[in-house]
Each structure stands twice: as C-alpha cells, then as structure tokens.
C-alpha cells in the first residue's frame, strides 16, 4: 500500500531537481550562519534528500547513493590521515625538526611560520598538495605548541598555501591531472610547465594575502563551540630534585641566571639548610640540590619529557598495563573544607594514598620561594598533578581536590618517535609516489600506527572529527544529488549561454569565477569534468586555442578556499584549528576574489587572447 502510495505521488524530474537546488542553498545558508548546528544540518540535508528521492522517478535518486559518501575513499582517506597526524602528535615524533625550527630566530618566533608555509607552498608544485598537508600539519601544530602561537591562525594558512602551490605545475593537484585528462580526450594536450606563469602570479598575490592579512582576519584561539577564548598562562610553583644522574647537574648560573632556565623562573636553589636567590653567583648545581621553580604548564610538561624532572616509578609511562594510557597531567582545585588546607604538600603520602605526583601549586596572590612541603596550602589553590590515567580518574572522586575536567591532557613518550617516524614516511611515499592508492596508504599507515603501539584506539577514536564525517557525507549526497537529477547540467547550459555574446577574455574571466564558486559546494573534480568540453566547445566557437579556457577550468577549481567541503585539505585543517564553516567563508571568499582579478589581468595578456 505505501509503494503504490508513493508511486501515486511521484514527483517529475525537473521537480526533484529544483527541490535538490532549494536544499543545497539551505544547507549552505545554514552552515555559513551556523543557526543551526553543523551535525544537525549534516544529518537534515540526508533525511531531505532521502525523502525526496522516495518519490522521484524509479533509481534517480536512490538511498544508497546518497549514503555512498560515507563509504566514499576521500572520506575514509581524511579520516585515516587525522589518525596518524594524532600518533605523530601523540608520541612528539617531530621534535627534532620542531626544535631546528625553533632555533631559527629565537627573539621572533612569528618568522619562523612563514618559513614552513613558504617551503609547504613550493612543496605542493612538485608534489600532490594532500601528502604536504599531511607533513607539515604535525609539524605546524608542534612548532605553535612550543612557541605559544594560536592554531587557528596557522592551519587554514597552510591548507590555502598549499593549494595555490598546486596550481602552478599539471601535477599540484589531482584536480589538475584529471581535467589535463579530458582535455586530452578531446585533442587538447596540456603539458607540465603550461600553465605555470599565470599560476605563479596568482600563487604570490595569494602568498602575500596568506601570510601578512589572514593572521589577522581568522580568530586568535577558538573552543570546540568555535567561540574565541583567550588563553590561560597560570605560573605554578614547583620544586625539581637533582637525583645522582639528573640532567641538570652540572649547570652553571651566567650573569646570575641558569642558561637552561630562559622560560622558567628559577626563585630559589635549596642545598641542605642554605638557600640561594636571585641574582645567582658562582652557583653549579650537584646532585641533592633541589630547585625552586615558577613556570607554566606547558613548560613543566616538557619538564616531565626532557628532564625526566619529576622522575618516580609509580608514575612511569614505561609501566603502563594493557587498559592504562600513560602518564596525565591535569589540573585540581583545593575546595573548601578540604583536608589538605593549611597543610604543606606531602608528596609521599599523596602518591601513596592516590598514585599521582603534585608537579606544582599555582597561587595568584604571591610566588613563595619555599619547597612544595612548607607551603600551606589555601582554599581556592591550584595544584598540577601527573598520574597514570587510572590515577588520575580515581582522583576524580575524591573530595579533597576537585579535578578541573578539560584540564586533563597525556603526556607524549618519546620511546615511540621513531617508529611513528618510519611509518609517516612510508605513508607519505605510498601517496607521493602513487604506487598504491592514497586510501590504501592512508588506512595502513594508520593501522601500522595502532599496531605498533605509537597510539591507542581510544586516542584514535578522538582523532576523528564528527563534524568531518557527517559533512563530508553530507556533502556528497548534495553533489551526488545535484547530478543525478540534472541540476549540474543546467548549471553548465545557462553558464555556456551566458557567455555568448562577450570577449575571449571576458569569457575566460568568467569561466574561472563560475567555476571556483562551484567548485566551493560541489566536488573539484565534478566541476572539472563538467566545465573542461564546455571551455573547449567556447573556444572553437570563438575560433581561439582551446588551452587557456581550459586553463580557466583548472585554476578556477583549484580555487576552493571558501568552504570546508571545497578541497579535502581545508578538511584535513577543519579539526586541528577548529574552524568552523564560517571561518572559511571569511578568508577564503578575499582571496578567491584575488585570484580571480590576478588571472583575469594576467591570463588574457600570456596566452594573447
């Protein structure tokens, strides 16, 4: 009775075409102003299509093929790469090439991001600008970690960079192969180098664009809600005990300061009954020494890594059993009414009765210069504690400290670098090279990842975006949609007819910017394929070589930089910035405009249109 129901009711096919045109500029509405959350709208846009297929015409719309792009390659490729960008994270695998870069220019640190931007752009000429992305997005986060640069500002710029790299060779990007392809189909051969110039003019006023005016046009520090927040910088006092061994024996104060110590205040050096203050003279550290401290979180953390500085077995990340993660370190306020006020810190007992270790004590109203145990603590302290995972959660349901919740972050071991290392340049071959697909490369590094201990699936399962998946999906479906019922096709019949009566020159304008705006809301290559015989029918018509409109074709779809869905590294960038999809339209909309104006200036005069 319902199949007769529906098939009572079927809609035509210009119909369910104009209906899938309304739902896409909804859609697109929406996640631009964001009224509605991403996932909601994600998951609105399925239930939408889906319905309307259920009354078009028999297989015009099916729901298999609108949930195809859940099983889609580029989709499960994105996934795989944030979960080995995660174990690189995880086990600190590019700290020797974050600390070269750190040394470059140590009093200005905001050169050295331009530097690895520049060098991703030139790398995208030579190689598929998605393996670049997946180097240098580890390395970016690691670089802006040590140097306390903001996420946001950096992730879009190396996804937008490596784009305009790619579209100054015929290998950038595979948007470029693939419409090089049909063009060759239709006897138009485009060689290496063709398009090169325009490109790169293109690329260097993009370049300008991306470094010196997008830093300040995206937000500083965004939450997972894509709200700015400005960054906490809570200096907490700690003490660090010189066991025989320590690596810090030996260090000598010049111009009475220790040269190890430049991001961490050292308030007190305590040698038996002495006690030693600043300005320090004349001073070497032994063993038995322990040292007074002012410093950051961060900077106790990479303590707790390099130094060993807080060293105890009870602790060691070397122990961990099959259900334990390695060693957090989170934050814990002293509430009213807690056994622990008045009392100085006794770390013994507190790593007896709890297994984690105090690394520190944060108190606004003065920097004491005593020892964790003669400090008393207050109602409203801070403490920083580090403790195996297990620790850490049986904390949680004590009343003496209440554990800050989103405080809460593992510390990376080293002893797995090198492997994550082998792995992620195995991968980054494997797709460089081409000698598999890049999914299959994709989904075996990050198996080889879990396999080989460098992550844990819990530490991969929160690699994986949702919003990610669900728009991607979604995305798909829309495009999927889109072609099926014909509406890309009247999309490319009134572009043809519009272009009738106007100038080779203008003509190849507009072909660039109709087809970088679509190339924004469908897939770059869907539009590649649709507009390349539609450049080459213009060009014949017009009696011109048919190269520079297809040239038109190629670098107006390489021009998505104003939505998330436009190019699958604005995806791979999505989560380690926290963007949001209105981030995208912001930046990318200026930038599309300026590639557009230098291509129509530029383009006509080379090519002698």
């Known amino acids: 009775m319902i199949d007769a129901f529906i098939q009572a009711g079927t809609l035509s096919q210009p119909m369910a075409m104009w209906l899938t045109i309304a739902v896409i500029i909804a859609a697109i509405v929406l996640f631009a102003t964001e009224i509605v959350s991403l996932e909601i709208v994600a998951l609105g846009v399925l239930v939408v299509l889906m319905t309307i297929g259920l009354w078009a015409p028999d297989s015009l719309l099916t729901t298999e093929s609108l949930l195809s792009g859940f099983a889609n390659p580029a989709l499960l490729t994105i996934l795989a790469l944030l979960v080995i960008g ?10 020797g090439i974050t600390k070269a870069f750190e040394r470059l220019w140590p009093r200005h640190p905001s050169r050295v991001i331009p530097i690895i931007l520049v060098i991703a752009g030139i790398s995208s000429a030579v190689i598929n600008n998605t393996p670049v992305v997946v180097m240098f997005i580890p390395l970016l986060t690691a670089v802006a970690a040590r140097r306390k640069l903001a996420t946001p500002k950096i992730m879009m710029p190396l996804s937008f960079i490596s784009i305009l790299g790619g579209m100054t060779t015929l290998i950038g990007s595979s948007t470029n192969l693939l419409a090089a392809g049909i063009a060759i189909s239709y006897g138009v051969t485009i060689d290496f180098f063709d398009f090169t110039v325009p490109g790169l003019m293109m690329a260097g006023a993009g370049t300008i664009y991306v470094l010196f005016i997008m830093p300040h046009i995206l937000p500083s520090r965004v939450n997972e809600r894509g709200q700015e927040v400005q960054p906490r910088n809570l200096q907490f006092i700690t003490e660090i005990r ?22 961490m205040t050292v308030r007190a050096v305590m040698r038996g009954f002495e006690r030693y203050v600043p300005p320090f003279e004349d001073i070497t550290l032994r063993s038995g020494d322990v040292l007074i401290l002012a410093a950051t979180r961060e ?8 130094w060993r500085a807080f060293e105890n077995p009870r602790i060691s990340d070397d122990q961990d059993g099959p259900t334990d993660h390695g060693i957090v370190v989170c934050e814990a306020l002293i509430p009213p009414g807690s056994r622990l006020i008045n009392n100085g810190i006794d770390q013994r007992g507190f790593l007896s009765q709890h297994g984690c270790l105090i690394l520190g004590v944060e108190r606004r109203s003065r920097m004491p210069r005593q020892s964790l145990a003669d400090i008393r603590l207050d109602a409203g302290d801070v403490l920083l504690i580090a403790g195996r995972s297990s620790a850490i959660n049986n904390l949680r349901g004590q009343q003496d400290v209440v554990v800050i919740e989103w405080s809460a972050s593992e510390v990376r071991p080293h002893r797995f670098a090198s492997r994550a290392q082998l792995i992620f340049a195995g991968t980054v071959a494997a797709i460089a090279t081409g000698i598999v697909p890049v999914v299959f490369a994709a989904i075996a590094g990050a198996f080889a990842m879990l396999a080989g201990g460098c992550l844990n699936v819990r530490q991969a399962t929160r690699a994986i975006d949702r919003r990610i998946f669900l728009l991607v999906g979604s995305a798909i479906a829309m495009s ?3 072609e099926t019922t014909g509406g890309a096709n009247i999309i490319a019949s009134w572009t043809a007819m519009a272009m009738a009566n106007v100038s080779p020159a203008m003509v190849m304008s507009l072909i660039f910017i109709i087809v970088a705006i679509l190339t924004n809301f469908l897939s770059n290559n869907a539009t590649a394929v649709l507009f390349t015989p539609i450049a080459i029918s213009t060009a014949q ?9 297809v040239v038109a074709v190629i670098l107006g779809a390489n021009a998505s930089f104003a939505t998330p869905i436009g190019y699958q590294t604005n995806l791979l960038v999505l989560g380690p910035g926290h963007y949001r999809f209105k981030h995208f339209m912001i ?12 291509f129509s200036v530029v383009a006509p005069i080379y090519y002698g249109v």
């Open 86 to 95: 995660q174990a690189l994270f995880q086990t600190d695998a590019l700290g």
């Open 242 to 263: 010189l066991y025989e061994g320590h690596p810090l024996i030996g260090e000598k104060a010049v111009a009475g300061m220790f040269p190890r110590f430049t991001k």
């Open 299 to 306: 900077q106790l953390t990479e303590a707790l890594k390099e």
């Open 480 to 482: 999927t949609a889109l």
């Open 541 to 549: 018509a017009f009696g011109i070589d048919p190269l520079p409109m």
């Open 587 to 598: 930046a990318g909309i200026p930038l599309i405009i300026i590639v557009w104006l230098v």
